[in-house]
């Protein structure tokens, strides 16, 4: 079977391999990956038979390109990252050839002949199964699922661009600092149990003791402006895996939870002791949050020596 | 200039119903207008105020059973008419319960197509409950509609729609002509939430229910329905680190979190 990973990043196609690489052990078949990369130069990534290039275009250009591909090429998968121009792309593809469309996968399981591929629903709080069949296309999350970058050098071709409608008028930078959520190990979240944006001051102490960086809930991005949106975690923000994850002042809406739950261990605090974030945690400490972080602070300062 | 919105009754994931064995209730979880669908009622409100025209509010019941459900999507139906939209049409059947992406498509563009022309469709960018975010797309295909999806604000100017697709790293700035499908983001407005008078307002509006036969549909084939839903069971420790005073506790906790290698001292 011949799989096609798309996206413009080397990275995705490393994340794509590794989905290939888990569906082809899961189910025994053998899968032959050739990559698309639209926009950026097309690196050498080893697993890959062949790997496409084509210019930044629009999703619309994109979805042409790769349709036209599937066709010449009797593609029977076609994988694009999790994201939402990828997201975009492949559901323009899916629709060509009315295929199943699984979006950002997050596993893959087996029970009695048939594999299943399964991805969280409900703001993270079920998993929906789905048969894999074949034609498919599957959004895949990153580093989800590890490659190994292995066996034979690919080739290279260059594809012509298939225009639509879509004009790409212009492609504006994001207000953005340097906050990078979604590689930080530590992160302490703010939420509305802040009452005014100069508190902020201690998470922003409590994050440089743990070498971490400061996120934050919708509201305190969306709607009081207090922290950009580069620090927002929820399914529409950033979605976090880091190591540890201190929720302060954050009731715990599904939405952040969903994008916190990768994380391998999460601390709330919150005067609330109802607040659903208990639920999600491993630590909780049931208290008003400008009585305990100085505390916790200078507890950790004294731990640490510093 | 007409323009068409389309609006989910989701499954409402803050009333998730498991019974003892953790199997999720499906039938016995409330439907609630799924969020980012009142950000495409208020976009579509909005830009009716520059253009004229009407909204027109489309949804199809994707979870059964229908005949308990029908009054659900109704309410559903009814705030989002409380939140400016004119008129609301709805296809409740059986038949296609419980529906995947492509029949809910399907059977949308169906809903569409019969009930008039739309120069603008717009969605929100994912539902609450399925989130697959590829239904925008695929009804754009089946009505031969250009789209964009993840928009945060939106121009109509001369047959034309400028959308700004708010994507992770930057802001794309895309053309395409009308008509034509978008798909919105929870950051294109602040939806208010509809005073007592637009609600008492709702009821007298137009709504209407089809079975899949009155817009001309026989039972479609479901491309990918979901073969099962599990309800994810934390393993989280849930542990409330209790003290004599804060002190107690703070230290309690670092030392967890030492013990657990995500601090070190």
Not at chain 1, 46 to 66: D, H, L, Q, R, W
Not at chain 2, 107 to 114: E, G, V
Not at chain 2, 121 to 128: F, H, R, V, W, Y
Not at chain 2, 136 to 158: E, H, Q, S
């Amino acid at each position: 079977m011949k799989a096609l990973v798309i996206g413009n990043k080397t990275s995705h196609l490393v994340d794509g391999l590794g989905f290939i690489q888990a569906l082809s052990s899961e189910t025994g078949v053998s899968i032959e990956a050739y990559g698309l990369l639209y926009g950026g130069g097309a690196e050498e990534t080893k697993g890959f038979t062949k790997i496409f290039s084509m210019p930044e275009a629009s999703p619309e250009a994109v979805a042409n390109t790769v349709s036209k591909l599937i066709e010449k090429m009797t593609l029977e998968m076609v994988i694009a990252p999790a994201e939402k121009n990828g997201t975009e792309i492949l559901s323009r593809v899916a629709s060509v050839y009315d295929m199943p469309m699984i979006t950002e996968v997050s596993g893959i399981s087996k029970a009695g002949e048939n594999t299943y591929l399964e991805r969280a629903i409900m703001g993270g709080r079920a998993t929906a199964l789905y048969r894999f069949k074949t034609p498919m296309a599957v959004t895949v999350p990153a580093k989800k699922f590890k490659a190994s970058e292995s066996g034979a050098t690919p080739e290279f071709e260059e594809l012509q661009v298939i225009d639509g409608v879509t004009k790409v008028v212009e492609v504006l930078p994001k207000e953005k600092g340097a906050v990078d959520l979604e590689a930080a190990d530590v992160i302490v979240g703010v939420g509305r149990g802040f009452k005014a944006k100069d508190d902020l001051a201690m998470a922003f102490e409590l994050a440089e003791l743990l070498d971490g960086e400061v996120g934050c809930s919708r509201p305190v991005a969306a709607d009081f402006k207090w922290l950009g949106e580069d620090r927002w975690i929820g399914i529409s923000g950033k979605k976090i895996r880091g190591k540890l994850y201190i929720a302060v002042g954050i009731s715990g809406a599904p939405q952040h939870i969903m994008a916190a739950s990768d994380t391998k261990v999460i601390v709330a605090v919150n005067k609330d002791k109802n607040a659903p974030i208990f639920t999600f945690s491993d630590y909780g400490v049931v208290a008003d949050l400008y009585q305990f972080l100085p505390v916790f602070i200078k507890k950790l300062k004294e731990k640490k020596g510093v | 200039m007409d323009i068409a919105v389309l609006v989910k009754a989701s499954l409402d994931v803050n009333m998730i119903k498991a019974d003892s064995e953790g199997r999720i209730l499906l039938d016995s979880i409330p439907l609630a207008i799924s969020e980012y669908d009142r950000n495409a009622v208020a976009e579509a409100v909005r830009i009716k105020g520059e253009l004229g025209g009407r909204v027109v509010a489309f949804s199809v019941l994707t979870w059964g059973p229908a005949d308990k459900r029908a009054k659900e999507i109704e309410n559903v139906m009814r705030e989002a008419l409380a939140l400016g939209a004119d008129e609301a049409h709805v296809v409740v059947d059986d038949a296609i319960l419980p529906s995947d992406v492509s029949v809910t498509a399907e059977t949308l563009s169906n809903l569409i197509k019969k009930t008039g022309d739309f120069g603008l469709i717009l969605a929100g960018e994912g539902s609450m409950d399925m989130m697959s975010a590829q239904l925008p797309v695929r009804i754009a295909y089946k009505l031969g509609y250009p789209v964009a999806t993840f928009a945060r604000k939106i121009d109509v100017i001369n047959g034309a729609v400028k959308v700004t697709r708010d994507l992770e790293d930057v802001l794309q700035v895309v053309e395409l002509p009308l008509p034509a499908v978008v798909s919105v983001t929870g950051e294109i407005n602040q939806p208010r939430l509809p005073t007592l008078l637009q609600i008492r307002k709702s009821f007298a509006k137009p709504y209407k229910a089809y079975t899949i036969s009155e817009i001309g549909m026989d039972t479609p084939e479901k491309l990918f329905p979901f073969d099962d839903i599990k309800l994810v069971t934390v393993s989280r420790k849930n542990m409330i680190i209790e003290g004599e005073n804060l002190e107690e506790i703070a230290e309690k906790l670092i030392d967890k979190l030492i013990e657990e290698g995500v601090v070190r001292v």
